[in-house]
């Protein structure tokens, strides 16, 4: 909603969404700052924390779920366009993703065959949101922690070792996760170094955090360099978002799915390895730096990518386990420790490594990748977080 410019100006963007979503809108807060003098943000829930800090921010105002009519969707649409008034350009980034870019099952799009899937939903997302605000193309960093989190961070990793790599457990959704992630940590933790294994303080990430230091204690022989920055009380954690995506760009190398603390780290300069389920290099990586970006291959997945946002598995495809998805499943244990070493070998001499695509760019596997051939155990054992 664009009115004529006016000097020392205000615009507002709302958005009311997770983690990542947040953090994927941040990237027109500069462009905004920039055209039109002052930014307020609008956001509600938990994951507004991650605005906080932001210097391209003026104002940020967190609102009650009670506050805005819901769930009539007509009355919800006019608490935003009664709000429009108050500035020289407005914008709801709510569903900029999510309906639009990645469909949900209540959408009847998300039904229709995957070639239109693919056509229309295969756009960067960090684009579609400066293409929405009309804002030209420029990228840089989404989140901004404060000195004493840094500070915080690096006291934290002190007890770590000299160089980290972050693992960030799962995402929101049934295909963010990978199954073999016991394998691969206890690799790690055997060729490359110490892993800190990152979460949302969710009683789910904890157990999942358990059972893979169990299968890590019976490869390994103990959890020698396994940590944990997880918290095991979600009402009081204390591992709290912004500590979880300050930590994250404290580590050299960050392994994760596609979710919030990737989306924090996309634009730092340390290395990152992209475990992509649902959604392409297109829609997630394009832009990012030092970023390696591992996918399902298609002939042997031939649903991905699917730009379907899975709430259960009964609309996804099982791997051959039936214990994760088949997209992200078919990223090999091989091809992810061989990715970090390389990463964490061009930490040490300074070098980074930067993956770009064409739009039109066909989407092939960037790495051989094959069927591990454990699953993820189930028994969890005491240990306290960092």
Not at 153 to 164: F, H, I
Request: hydrophobic share 35%; with cysteine; charged share 20%.
């Amino acid at each position: 909603m664009d009115k004529p410019r006016r000097s020392n100006g205000w615009a507002g963007l709302a958005r009311f969404g997770g983690v990542g979503d947040n953090l994927i809108v941040a990237v027109a807060l500069p462009g905004l700052r920039k055209k039109y003098g002052r930014v307020e943000v609008i956001s509600g829930g938990d994951q507004a924390v991650v605005f906080e800090n932001n210097p391209y921010i003026d104002k940020l105002s967190v609102v009650g779920k009670d506050s805005i009519p819901n769930p009539n969707p007509d009355e919800w649409q006019g608490w935003f366009r009664r709000r429009a008034a108050e500035y020289d350009f407005f914008i709801h980034l709510s569903h900029s993703c999510e309906t639009l870019r990645a469909l949900l099952p209540s959408q009847t799009q998300f039904w229709w065959p995957k070639e239109w899937r693919r056509n229309f939903c295969n756009h960067n997302y960090l684009e579609s949101v400066l293409d929405i605000c009309g804002l030209p193309h420029e990228f840089g960093p989404l989140f901004f922690p404060t000195t004493a989190e840094k500070e915080q961070a690096q006291e934290t990793k002190s007890k770590v070792g000299d160089k980290a790599i972050g693992w960030v457990i799962s995402g929101t959704r049934v295909d963010k996760f990978h199954p073999y992630a016991p394998l691969v940590i206890a690799r790690l933790l055997r060729e490359v170094g110490p892993v800190v294994m990152l979460g949302a303080p969710m009683a789910r990430n904890f157990e999942t955090a358990q059972a893979i230091q169990n299968d890590v204690i019976k490869q390994n022989g103990s959890d020698a360099g396994l940590h944990l920055a997880l918290s095991a009380d979600e009402n009081n954690p204390n591992w709290p978002v912004r500590r979880i995506l300050t930590f994250a760009q404290a580590c050299e190398v960050v392994v994760s799915p596609d979710t919030g603390p990737a989306w924090g780290v996309a634009f730092e300069q340390n290395a990152k390895v992209l475990l992509l389920s649902h959604a392409s290099p297109e829609n997630i990586t394009k832009h990012w730096v030092n970023t390696t970006t591992l996918h399902a291959d298609q002939k042997r997945v031939p649903c991905w990518p699917c730009h379907q946002l899975h709430n259960s598995g009964e609309t996804c495809t099982p791997n051959k386990e039936g214990n994760a998805s088949a997209c992200i499943s078919d990223i090999s244990v091989q091809a992810i420790v061989e990715a970090v070493k390389q990463s964490m070998e061009n930490a040490s001499h300074g070098k980074r490594r930067l993956i770009r695509r064409e739009p039109a760019a066909e989407l092939l596997s960037e790495r051989p990748s094959g069927h591990a051939t454990n699953g993820v155990g189930h028994r969890p054992v005491d240990r306290p977080p960092i």
